[in-house]
Structure formats: C-alpha cells, structure tokens
C-alpha cells in the first residue's frame, strides 16, 4: 500500500476529522506485511538483516492522536470503522509527557489515555490500532493543542514488537536501525502495562508517510532506554564489525546477533534457553556475595578491589561480572565495573529491593525445579518430592527461609503500585473521609507491604490484616512507626479465620498457591465474612485467553513445580467466583502481567 498517506485535518477541525484518520490507520494496519514494510522503513535494509530483523521484530500497529469532545464519541467513531476496544483505556505515561513538553503544558493536565482495538494483518495476525484519546470539549482551552497535534500528527507512529526482549536484542536491534538512518527520538517507561518503548525518527528516505518508529519491548528495560536517549548507538559506525565494537565497550555482543543471521538461529535460541539456569544464579550469587552493596551507579571499581570487598577470588569474580554485564546488571568500562539501575535491585538498602527473590528463585526453588520432570508425571510439585513437604509447611519449620519467603513477597508487593489506586479503594477512601467508616481486609498479607500502601494512600480508611501468627507479628513491626501503623489492626490465624463486616476484601497472590478445590474453600471463607454491600479484590497473573506469550505462562510453571498451584484466566477465577457465591464486575491491568479482579458477592 506504497500510496498510503496519513489524512490531512481540513480547515474546519472536527469529530469527523478524526474519524477518517483513524480508518485510513485501520486500513493500513491490515494491508502491512512485516518485511515488506521494514524495507519500506530502512530503505536499503535488504538480503540477511532484512531476514533477521523479521525474525526480531513483527509490526504490531500504527498510532493516532485523536481528541474526541466526550468518550461516548469516541466509542461511536471506533464503532464506525469497524474498532472494538476489548480492554479498558489506560493512561500513557509517554505521550502525555511528549505533549507537556511541546505545549509547555503540566502533564498532571493532560489525561491521555490509550486504546488498542484489535485487526488482524493479511495472513491473520493479530495487531492493534493504537488509539491516544486526550478528550478535549469544545471551548476547552485544550482546543489549540488539538488543532495543532491534528496537523502535525506528531504522535502518528509505527510499531513492531520485540518477539524476544532481552537486552542483547534490543541493543542489536536499535543499533541496526541507527546504522540504516534512524535517530533516537525519546521513550519511556509505561508501569501501568510493564513495557518500555523506544522512538526513533525514520530515516530521511524512508518510504512510508510515517515519520516515526516505535520499537516495543515487554518489561522494564530502563537500562537500553538510557543507552538510546544518549545516542549510544548512533557512534557505531557503518561497516565496522560488531566484535570491535563490542571491544570498545559500545554496544556488547549485539551487532553480531542481527548481521550474521546465517549462523543458524534456532541453534542459537537454544543455546540462548538452556543457559537459563546460569543467569539465575548469577544473580543469586550476585546477591549472595552483595556486591551491589559494595558497588555504585557512578564510580566504577575494579575487579581486584571488588573482589578484596567482598572476599572472592579475582579472577573468577571478573568472569562473573563480564557475565552481568552482558545481562545489564552491571556495565563494564575502562575503570572497571559500576552498577545499573537494574542491578542496584539487588541492593538489600533498596527501596522495594529485589535481593529476596533472588536468593529465594537461586535457592529452594532452584533446587526443586531440578525435579520438574516429577512434577509433569505426577501433577505433584518438585518441592514436595524434593522436601517431603509443601514449602508452607517447610517454611514453619524452616524460620530463616521463611522470612526469606516473606521478605520476597514483600518485594513483590512493589509491583503492584497502582492497586491504591482501583476505584473501588478510591472509593472507599472518599466515604471515610467523608466520615463513614470503611476497613480494608488483607487476607494473607504477608508483611503489610500491600495494605501499608493502600492505607497511606488513603489516610481515613482502616485496615485488618490477616496472617499466620509468626507472620502477623512480622507484618506489625513492619508497620510500625509508619503511617499505617495506628490504623492497622493484625489478626493472627488461618483462612477460616478471615474477619467479618469488612467493606474492601484483598486477596494478594494467594489462590495461585492453590488448586481448584483449595481456592473454592478460600474463596468460601471471604464470602461468608463479606456483608453485602462489599467488595473483593483478587490479585494474581493472568493466562490470556489466545494463548499469546505472558508472563503469566512462566508462573503458571512456576505454581506447578513448588506449591501445586496453577496461573488462571480471566474466565476461569469468574468460574471459581460463581461455585462461591461472588461474581467476577471486571478486571483491570497491573505491572508485569498482573490484574487486579474484582468480584461482588452474586
């Protein structure tokens, strides 16, 4: 579809406007094949890198900024051209800072949301057309904004998905769209999807009327993002291997992984997943030997010294390190080695540290997921026939591994920094202030990381948290001198034990731990306690429904090996809710593959 232009505003700008320019984009995402528009994009891009760029990246969709008076037009213009939003909008972090920034604007003004109706590619792909609404009511003095983003179409975009977003891909990938004429252009990081974006400016003979690319790549990848805003890549120059390139330290090992796609990739993606186990226990060992503790994000420090810090042998300590720096944990220079951002996660002084998990994942469950196999036989977990117990009894048994276990889902609990903000806590928190009591219940609350968020979120609401006695006595020193902490009450006990007359019930990664039979006695429980008028809130991964790659998949592993648990759709909990006597009102998106489910009694 080489005549493709993006459609002009007329004089008079309008609903109608936008309108046509959202169903010239659905046209054109339909029509696009992958490679076909990637040579378009790169002029000259051809032959072997035109393949494994393909093999990298697939178009996922084209963008447009449309400024509708109210959402109800805005669902009748998607109507008309044949779009159905199959999720709520979410707000976007990226764009409404863009056009802060053009229009010298607060971005706190400027409620851009995101659509991504679904349309299917030529052979049936699926795609999206993604839809930034920024609702602007005639008069409004948003109406000059709207006028000039309509003409300039500065957000109009194409993007292609990164099939395998780990730091080496992306680094090669951008280095290659640097090196055939595309500039860096700003990204950013979305926490309300967990994915991170990277604009560039199409080259100058670039055969599409888009005159910008976006690069898409699940998970946080702030690390990459801040190579690209600094133009890292744009020092790589033209026909110079990537070897020597990765000699001075530019870009490591990526260049070769996209030039050289003859030396037969599927050899090399499995030698890329059966090395997962050494990275997993790099970072163990990384945390292990708390190196982030004795490095730092600025100043860089030798192998030797480090290694004097904190007593390792030299030499193998420098194998481990060019390691993470090869996975972004650290970054390697000609003064030694500083941390990323995405090492100092491991750091124990962290906010919200990660070093936990790393330690729990590269020790227990390291070791009985070397009895997967038992697992996929039998349907019991590894950890079971590792230990001869479930690791909740284990854990009893076991005081230092299970304040490990707890400390990690307190980690965890970062992860879902949005849940505060649900409109049923909104909610609940408006009436208290307004002076009717409202208490949040947290069943199973590990340390209070979640309802401490909750509570100093909403400074009238109160909270009861739930817990085994030795954990709720963990979560009340957590708590305290906190701003939570006189509004906290801790209840000690078991599932059968979930304390009546609450208004808001939380369920934070729990039903997961459990099977079907399990979940149904748990959900029971939260029932019977629940007056009426009352709400649930149940946070786990979702499976998609299609199938598609999720975080949710690795999980749902996860569950099988070490507690008997299982990853569930969307439909399935709605079941599970129904045997019980609640009803699934919907569900919305959280960090990492998580959503927040929310269910009434029926």
């Avoid at 990765?246 to 090395?275: D, K």
């Avoid at 946070?539 to 429904?545: A, I, Q, S, Y």
Wanted: charge should be negative; hydrophobic fraction near 45%.
């Amino acid at each position: 579809m080489d005549t493709f232009t993006i459609p002009a505003p007329s004089s008079t700008v309008s609903a109608v406007d936008d309108t046509a320019r959202l169903r010239a984009t659905a046209g054109f995402v339909r029509e696009q094949d992958t490679s076909a528009l990637l040579s378009r994009v790169l002029p000259g891009l051809d032959g072997p890198e035109l393949r494994a760029l393909t093999d990298q990246c697939s178009f996922a969709h084209a963008a447009v900024l449309v400024f509708p008076p109210d959402e109800h037009t805005l669902r009748t213009q998607l109507t008309s051209c044949g779009l159905a939003p199959d999720a709520p909008p979410q707000p976007s972090v990226v764009v409404r800072r863009r056009l802060a920034t053009r229009h010298r604007l607060a971005a706190a003004d400027l409620d851009v949301r995101i659509l991504r109706p679904a349309v299917h590619g030529p052979a049936g792909e699926r795609r999206a057309v993604e839809v930034f609404a920024l609702t602007t009511p005639p008069g409004s003095d948003l109406s000059g904004v709207a006028a000039h983003e309509r003409s300039a179409d500065h957000e109009a975009h194409l993007a292609f998905d990164v099939t395998r977003p780990d730091p080496l891909v992306l680094r090669g990938l951008l280095a290659s769209f640097v090196r055939h004429g595309a500039a860096a252009d700003g990204g950013g990081y979305n926490p309300h999807e967990d994915g991170t974006v990277f604009y560039l400016t199409a080259p100058a003979g670039t055969k599409t009327a888009y005159r910008r690319v976006e690069l898409y790549a699940s998970g946080d990848h702030r690390d990459v993002l801040a190579e690209h805003l600094a133009g890292r890549y744009a020092a790589l120059p033209a026909g110079r291997s990537g070897e020597a390139a990765a000699e001075r330290g530019q870009v490591p090992e990526a260049r070769p992984a996209v030039r050289q796609p003859e030396a037969s990739p599927p050899a090399e993606t499995l030698l890329r997943l059966l090395t997962g186990a050494w990275t997993t226990q790099a970072l163990a060992t990384c945390a292990r030997l708390r190196l982030p503790e004795a490095m730092d994000l600025h100043t860089a420090i030798g192998a030797a010294e480090l290694a004097r810090t904190v007593g390792a042998h030299p030499q193998s300590l420098a194998t481990l390190l060019r390691y993470l720096a090869m996975l972004g944990v650290v970054a390697e220079g000609p003064d030694g080695f500083r941390l990323t951002p995405v090492g100092a996660l491991l750091d124990s002084a962290a906010p919200a540290s990660m070093r936990p998990l790393a330690l729990m994942y590269g020790g227990a469950f390291y070791q009985s997921f070397a009895h997967l196999a038992h697992s996929v036989r039998t349907g019991r977990p590894g950890f079971d026939h590792l230990y001869g117990e479930n690791h909740f009894d284990y854990f009893v048994r076991h005081p230092e591994l299970a304040a490990l276990f707890d400390q990690s889902m307190a980690a965890g609990a970062a992860l879902f920094e949005p849940l505060p903000d649900h409109p049923v806590l909104r909610a609940a928190g408006a009436a208290a202030a307004a002076g009717t009591p409202r208490t949040v219940v947290d069943v199973a609350g590990g340390t209070g990381e979640l309802l401490g968020r909750i509570l100093t979120a909403h400074p009238a609401l109160r909270g009861i948290l739930l817990e085994r006695p030795e954990v709720a006595e963990a979560a009340r020193a957590a708590l305290a001198g906190t701003a939570a902490a006189g509004r906290c009450t801790f209840a000690a006990g078991t599932f059968a034990d979930v304390p009546p007359g609450g208004d808001v019930y939380v369920l934070s990664r729990v039903l997961h731990d459990w099977d079907d039979d399990r979940c149904r006695t748990i959900l029971r429980h939260c029932a019977e306690a629940m007056p009426r008028h009352a709400d649930l809130l149940v946070v786990e991964r979702l499976l998609p429904e299609d199938g598609s790659p999720s975080l949710a998949t690795a999980w749902d592993l996860h569950m099988l090996c070490n507690t008997g648990g299982r990853e569930r759709t969307a439909g399935h909990y709605a079941r599970l809710f129904g045997e019980c006597g609640l009803e699934l009102a919907g569900h919305t998106p959280l960090p990492l593959g998580a959503h927040t489910l929310h269910a009434r009694k029926a």
